[in-house]
């Protein structure tokens, strides 16, 4: 069956660039925190969300930082106690309502994910994600019901028949443990990387959605069972100049490298030039993606509807739908490449979320 998405934590992290910032020490103890989530020490990212939240205890991206650490670190009810918090404080935000819906489904409390998709898409009514849940949720209660139906009346044809169809509809995607709440990239996190349903949460690199009020957590668009094998995007026109399909071959080579978990062949597509977010030590950013990318044992990363803006003939810009799911995680965003010709091929120098 179908699971939920979350935001991703690198949406939680690129969410946060967009709200109003704390100075001096509070800041970087905000940072630390997102920086040490992202490397997967949870525990250590806990004690330093947890100091910045004294002091600003009332800080959404913060907060939502905390809901998703609980949740990767298995401790459901606090971390639904975090994001039912946000909810009451920030009913504007859909971003909170979905992480809980993924909660939620990943306890079998369907009802209660159902409503909390509807609050999300109440308050975003473009809110993709949450719309990908819902219709993952109710497969999940149709299933349920069909089954109940057959332990009743094993002859009943007709829901043996509705049943079937449903499996064969997630047949090609992998079930999610427990949902997630979504995570975020520079800024605050799909609790898809989250999606309710048999709900999943949040992932790397991917992740927003529909932009909240400038004081509260955003999550990428988008965005959990592990699709199929990821098919490279062809050029959206046969006829594209010879520049545009190589650009083009790049940008599909480079999500493959991502989806086959090949760490060097994924490094190799960034130029020596690359501009690593934040301006962080171009080692410690290759650390903590060789992590992001080698820990999950499916990962498939989908590039859709790309366009490219030459500003001249060695310097390119992909704006593109990204689309990310992993075991744990489902999350799509809207994503920008600034690639650079170096010899004969393509290398990024430049990524970030957003167009």
């Known amino acids: ?6 935001i991703p934590p690198l949406a939680l992290l690129l969410a946060a660039l967009a709200m109003a910032t704390v100075a001096g020490a509070q ?14 020490q949870q525990s250590q990212a806990l004690e330093r969300v947890d100091t910045f939240l004294k002091a600003n205890p009332k800080d959404a991206r913060g907060r939502f930082l905390k809901g998703l650490i609980l949740t990767e670190q298995g401790k459901q009810p606090d971390a639904i106690k975090i994001f039912t918090g946000l909810t009451e404080d920030y009913p504007e935000l859909p971003e909170p309502y979905n992480n809980l819906a993924v909660l939620y489904a990943s306890q079998g409390q369907y009802d209660k994910a159902r409503t909390s998709l509807e609050m999300s898409i109440r308050t975003h009514p473009s809110y993709a994600t949450a719309h990908e849940n819902l219709g993952d949720i109710y497969a999940k209660m149709a299933s349920q019901a069909y089954d109940k139906a057959l332990q009743l009346d094993k002859s009943n044809t007709a829901a043996q028949t509705k049943l079937e169809m449903i499996k064969d509809l997630f047949s090609n995607t992998t079930t999610r443990p427990a949902a997630k709440p979504a995570a975020a990239k520079s800024s605050p996190t799909t609790v898809a990387a989250a999606k309710p349903a048999a709900v999943a949460p949040s992932a790397p690199a991917a992740t927003v959605a529909p932009a909240p ?8 668009a988008a965005p959990v069972a592990a699709p199929p094998a990821a098919k490279p995007v062809e050029p959206a026109k046969s006829s594209a100049a010879p520049a545009e399909s190589e650009v083009i071959k790049s940008v599909n080579h480079w999500a493959k490298t991502w989806s ?4 060097a062949g994924y490094l190799a597509c960034y130029a020596p030039s690359f501009q690593t977010p934040g301006g962080e ?8 993606r060789k992590t992001r990318i080698a820990k999950p044992k499916k990962i498939d990363v989908r590039v859709e509807s790309p366009k490219l803006k030459f500003s001249d003939n060695n310097r390119v810009a ?3 739908r990204q689309s990310y799911r992993s075991t744990n995680l489902k999350v799509a965003s809207t994503k920008t490449l600034v690639l650079v010709k170096t010899g004969d091929r393509w290398l990024i120098q430049q990524e970030r979320v957003g167009s």
């Not at 970087?28 to 992202?38: G, I, Q, Y």
């Not at 009020?213 to 990428?220: C, F, H, M, R, V």
């Not at 030590?281 to 903590?288: G, H």
């Open 281 to 288: 030590p171009r080692a410690d950013w290759e650390a903590a």
């Open 318 to 320: 992909v704006t593109f």
């Open 27 to 40: 800041s970087e103890d905000f940072a630390e925190a997102s920086k040490l989530f992202r490397a997967g």
């Open 260 to 263: 086959d978990n090949d760490v």
């Open 213 to 220: 009020a400038a004081t509260a957590p955003q999550a990428p």
């Open 1 to 6: 069956m179908p699971s939920l998405r979350r």
